[in-house]
């Protein structure tokens, strides 16, 4: 039987990640996954193939478009299995690259369902049958799967999550997204680009919930010149397909008819079989793992990180939480700052978020001065001709502490980054507009932003 310091169940960006940090610190590790391909949901059916679909769609449409700017493309074609063959192809070589990163760093692959058998054992379930190991800990990185609601009736790609809406094998004349999040609003994106009529079902009375309120209408408003139709307060009760068509029903309004709907209502813990009772393994009524600060759950030597505790469930937290959780088990020093995690909606434009939104702000009845600048008035987002969107710094009202950063914009997710870092090193609004920025850049939105919290911005 093998002995490991560490073996990781789950070989998502979370696990394969907190593994390699773990053997880079010398540690003998083993990663349980149960398909062939590590990279998890997020590389598999997740960030990756949606970014591949998103950037190939938006070439598309550009191409369809860009006869104003000079450039006369014509019989501009959708070649769909190409589109598809391309986002396999990113997703294979990326996989073939964590491969490399497992051989590299001597991470024992164990291919199968890994489940706790009792303390520092895990079972894996292999095709030709289980093996158990031991270890001296067990991290559980099993990550999310899609939540369904009650009356929907999944059928193949016809009423599907995510998942299915990755490869659908035609264009959708009409696609009904139930949800208005990340999920719903990039995939939606994508088919609109490529000919779809997209409607957008929507529970609360607005779209991406937990963003910026301001913000998150800009990008409703956004979305809806570019023809998605949103339907918000509306409860969708159930789906199905009766091998014609798809009717979803809706609490108090007409059943919405259409040949295909994407299931995009959040996600759930993943810790189905994984064993949790037999080491005494406590979840929260949700069924999320409960951890403390330092990734401890219930059980000694046992921990548990990314999306299957709860929180973000970002690709990019999962990350975080496990290299802080291996580090501070081995070096008694691991973190993570919850409040500099960014959030980005690779729509068109995209939307991207750090730090307090104004209406948590309000809410916690804290003083901020707030600055906005809006793309239109920036020269590069204009020669780019992507001037939709604005950026908005909140600020502390005494101390200019930047508290929050929110942008809709091109290439928002990008611009990003300098706000995460600045939130990280406690900077002010200030601290960043006195930092130059290149120009011609869309990183002097952020610049302006900044300066407009004091009434300074430039341009605007
Ligand atoms: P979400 O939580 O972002 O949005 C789900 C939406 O469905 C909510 O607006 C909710 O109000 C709505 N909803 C719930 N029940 C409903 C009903 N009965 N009728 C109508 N609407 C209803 O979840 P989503 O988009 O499925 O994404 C799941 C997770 O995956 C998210 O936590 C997200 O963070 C992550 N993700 C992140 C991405 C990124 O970082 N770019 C991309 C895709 C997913």
Redesign the pocket.
């Known amino acids: 039987m093998s002995h490991f310091d560490l073996v990781v169940i789950g070989g998502g960006p979370g696990g394969y990640v907190a593994a390699i940090r773990a053997a880079q610190l010398g540690k003998t590790v083993a990663i349980v996954e149960s398909e062939s391909a590590l990279g998890g949901t997020c590389l598999r059916v997740?960030?990756i193939p949606?970014k591949a679909l998103l950037e190939s769609s938006h070439l598309f449409e550009q191409a369809s478009h860009i006869s104003q700017r000079g450039v006369v493309v014509e019989n501009v074609k959708l070649d769909l299995p190409a589109m598809l063959k391309h986002k396999e192809g990113v997703v294979r070589q990326l996989a073939t690259g964590i491969d490399g990163l497992m051989k590299k760093n001597k991470i024992t692959r164990l291919l199968g369902h890994g489940r706790l058998n009792g303390v520092g054992k895990v079972v894996v379930d292999g095709k030709d049958g289980s093996q158990e190991v031991t270890c001296e800990t067990v991290l559980i990185a099993t990550g999310s799967v899609p939540a369904i609601?009650p009356g929907i009736e999944l059928s193949g790609d016809r009423i599907g999550t995510s998942t299915e809406a990755l490869a659908f094998p035609e264009v959708p004349k009409h696609l009904v997204v139930?949800?208005?999040?990340?999920?719903?609003l990039?995939l939606g994106t994508v088919w609109r680009r490529l000919g779809s009529k997209v409607t957008v079902?929507?529970?609360?009375d607005r779209i991406l919930?937990g963003m910026d309120s301001e913000i998150a209408n800009e990008a409703k408003k956004i979305f809806e010149k570019q023809g998605i139709e949103f339907r918000l307060g509306?409860?969708?009760t159930g789906a199905k397909f009766d091998g014609q068509q798809c009717q979803v029903t809706i609490d108090g309004s007409d059943p919405v008819v259409c040949d295909r709907v994407l299931v995009?209502?959040?996600?759930k813990p993943n810790t189905q079989n994984l064993g949790l009772d037999t080491a005494g393994v406590q979840v929260d009524k949700r069924g999320f793992i409960t951890v403390d600060p330092h990734y401890q759950t219930s059980v000694a030597k046992v921990l548990a990180i990314g999306d299957v505790i709860g929180g973000?469930?970002?690709a990019h937290k999962a990350e975080e939480e496990g290299i802080a959780a291996v580090e501070h088990l081995y070096t008694g020093y691991g973190h993570v700052n919850y409040n500099a995690i960014p959030?980005?909606?690779?729509t068109d434009p995209e939307v991207a978020t750090v730090g307090k939104s104004e209406d948590v702000l309000k809410d916690e009845g804290v003083a901020y001065k707030k600055g906005t600048f809006p793309f239109m008035a920036n020269g590069r987002a204009k020669a780019m001709g992507s001037v939709d969107g604005k950026v908005k710094v909140l600020a502390h009202a005494t101390t200019d502490r930047v508290l929050g950063v929110h942008i809709i914009g091109p290439h928002a997710g990008d611009l990003i980054a300098e706000c995460v870092a600045a939130i990280s090193f406690g900077a002010s609004s200030e601290d960043i507009y006195r930092t130059c920025h290149a120009h011609p850049t869309l990183s002097e939105t952020v610049k302006e932003a900044a300066m407009a919290v004091s009434g300074r911005a430039i341009h605007f």
Do not use: D, F, N, T
């Open positions: 997740g960030c949606s609601l139930i949800g208005a999040g990340y999920i719903g990039e079902l929507e529970y609360l919930p509306c409860k969708v995009a209502v959040g996600r973000a469930m970002l959030g980005v909606v690779y």
